[in-house]
C-alpha cells in the first residue's frame, strides 16, 4: 500500500499512507477541518506506521450522515476500521477528533490500544470566547447567510485565528472545508458539547486502561490552555504544553508534534 491509496468504507473516505505492513497510526481531525489538516506531519509518521486518516462524516470528501453525536460517529469509524482488519491501532485525535477517539477506546477497547489528543477541550467551562472571526462565520445571525458566501480568504483568516505562530494553510485545506454545510457543521458542534457535558473527557479517560499523551498548545485560542492540567489525574496519561502554539499543532510546530507522536507509538507499542 503506497503513498496517498484512497478509498470510501461505509461513507467514509479514508486515505492510507506508508507501509501496510507498519503498526497502524488513525488519525482523526476536528470539527470544521478535514484529513488534509494532518498533511504537513505525514511524511514524517508515514516513514514508521501505516497512517489512516479519515474525513469525519459531512467533512471532506465523506458523505452527510443522519447523526452527529460522538458515539455513533465513532460507531462508524470502528465499522471502517474493522474492514480494514487493523488492530490494535493508536488513534489521535486533534480537537474535538479526540472525543471521536475516545469515543472509540470506550465502545472498543480490542481495537484501540492507544491514545493521543491534541487541543481537545477537557469541558464545556475550558472553552474561551472565539475570535471575531469565527463568531461572526459560524454563529448567528449572520454565520447562516454568509456561509454560502464565504471567500477563501474569510475561511484562510478563520483558520490563521485559531494559531498562534504564522502559518501558511493550504489551499487543499480551505478547498475541503468548503465542502462543509452550515448546518452538519453546527450539529458536530452541538454534539460535541454534548459528549464532554454529559461526562468530562478526564473522567471517561481515567476509566479507560490505555496509555494517553495530551498535547496542548499554551497559546491555544479556542481553549483555556491551563485547562490541560486536568489530564494530569488520568493514569497512563502524559501532558505535553507546546510553547507559543495556538489551537492547530499539526500546522504550527509540525516537526515538535510529528515527533511527539512517533515517541508516543513507538513507546505505547512496546507495552
Same mark, same amino acid.
Given at each position: 500500500?503506497?503513498?496517498?491509496?484512497?478509498?470510501?468504507?461505509?461513507?467514509?473516505?479514508?486515505?492510507?499512507?506508508?507501509?501496510?505492513?507498519?503498526?497502524? @497510526?488513525? !488519525?482523526?481531525?476536528?470539527?470544521?477541518?478535514?484529513?488534509? *489538516?494532518?498533511?504537513?506531519?505525514?511524511? &514524517? %509518521? #508515514?516513514? /514508521?506506521?501505516?497512517?489512516?486518516?479519515?474525513?469525519?462524516?459531512?467533512?471532506?470528501?465523506?458523505?452527510?450522515?443522519?447523526?452527529?453525536?460522538?458515539?455513533?460517529?465513532?460507531?462508524?469509524?470502528?465499522?471502517?476500521?474493522?474492514? @480494514?482488519? !487493523?488492530?490494535?491501532?493508536?488513534?489521535?485525535?486533534?480537537? *474535538?477528533?479526540?472525543?471521536?477517539?475516545? &469515543? %472509540? #477506546?470506550? /465502545?472498543?477497547?480490542?481495537?484501540?490500544?492507544?491514545?493521543?489528543?491534541?487541543?481537545?477541550?477537557?469541558?464545556?467551562?475550558?472553552?474561551?470566547?472565539?475570535?471575531?472571526?469565527?463568531?461572526?462565520?459560524?454563529?448567528?445571525?449572520?454565520?447562516? !447567510?454568509?456561509?454560502?458566501?464565504?471567500?477563501?480568504?474569510?475561511?484562510?483568516?478563520?483558520?490563521?485565528?485559531?494559531?498562534?505562530?504564522?502559518?501558511?494553510?493550504?489551499?487543499?485545506?480551505?478547498?475541503?472545508?468548503?465542502?462543509?454545510?452550515?448546518?452538519?457543521?453546527?450539529?458536530?458542534?452541538?454534539?460535541?458539547?454534548?459528549?464532554?457535558?454529559?461526562?468530562?473527557?478526564?473522567?471517561?479517560?481515567?476509566?479507560?486502561?490505555?496509555?494517553?499523551?495530551?498535547?496542548?498548545?499554551?497559546?491555544?485560542?479556542?481553549?483555556?490552555?491551563?485547562?490541560?492540567?486536568?489530564?494530569?489525574?488520568?493514569?497512563?496519561?502524559?501532558?505535553?504544553?507546546?510553547?507559543?502554539?495556538?489551537?492547530?499543532?499539526?500546522?504550527?510546530?509540525?516537526?515538535?508534534?510529528?515527533?511527539?507522536?512517533?515517541?508516543?507509538?513507538?513507546?505505547?507499542?512496546?507495552?
Amino acid at each position: 500500500m503506497g503513498n496517498h491509496d484512497v478509498k470510501h468504507l461505509h461513507g467514509i473516505h479514508v486515505v492510507h499512507d506508508g507501509p501496510q505492513q507498519a503498526p497502524p @497510526l488513525v !488519525l482523526i481531525h476536528g470539527s470544521g477541518a478535514s484529513s488534509g *489538516s494532518w498533511s504537513p506531519v505525514v511524511p &514524517a %509518521l #508515514a516513514g /514508521q506506521y501505516h497512517v489512516i486518516r479519515v474525513d469525519l462524516p459531512g467533512h471532506g470528501q465523506s458523505l452527510p450522515a443522519s447523526s452527529y453525536d460522538v458515539p455513533e460517529q465513532a460507531g462508524r469509524l470502528a465499522v471502517a476500521l474493522d474492514e @480494514l482488519g !487493523l488492530r490494535p491501532v493508536t488513534v489521535v485525535g486533534h480537537s *474535538s477528533g479526540g472525543y471521536i477517539a475516545t &469515543a %472509540l #477506546a470506550e /465502545q472498543r477497547p480490542d481495537l484501540v490500544g492507544s491514545l493521543a489528543l491534541i487541543s481537545s477541550g477537557p469541558s464545556p467551562d475550558a472553552l474561551l470566547p472565539q475570535p471575531i472571526v469565527l463568531q461572526v462565520l459560524i454563529g448567528p445571525p449572520l454565520g447562516p !447567510l454568509l456561509w454560502p458566501i464565504r471567500s477563501d480568504a474569510m475561511l484562510r483568516r478563520g483558520m490563521i485565528a485559531l494559531c498562534h505562530r504564522p502559518v501558511d494553510i493550504p489551499d487543499d485545506l480551505i478547498a475541503e472545508a468548503r465542502m462543509i454545510g452550515y448546518r452538519t457543521l453546527r450539529t458536530a458542534l452541538r454534539r460535541n458539547t454534548a459528549y464532554i457535558t454529559e461526562r468530562s473527557l478526564p473522567k471517561r479517560l481515567t476509566a479507560l486502561n490505555v496509555p494517553v499523551l495530551v498535547i496542548f498548545g499554551a497559546a491555544d485560542p479556542r481553549w483555556n490552555p491551563s485547562s490541560a492540567h486536568h489530564y494530569d489525574a488520568v493514569p497512563n496519561a502524559r501532558v505535553q504544553h507546546l510553547p507559543d502554539v495556538g489551537h492547530l499543532p499539526m500546522l504550527e510546530a509540525p516537526e515538535t508534534t510529528s515527533e511527539l507522536l512517533l515517541d508516543f507509538a513507538a513507546t505505547a507499542t512496546r507495552r
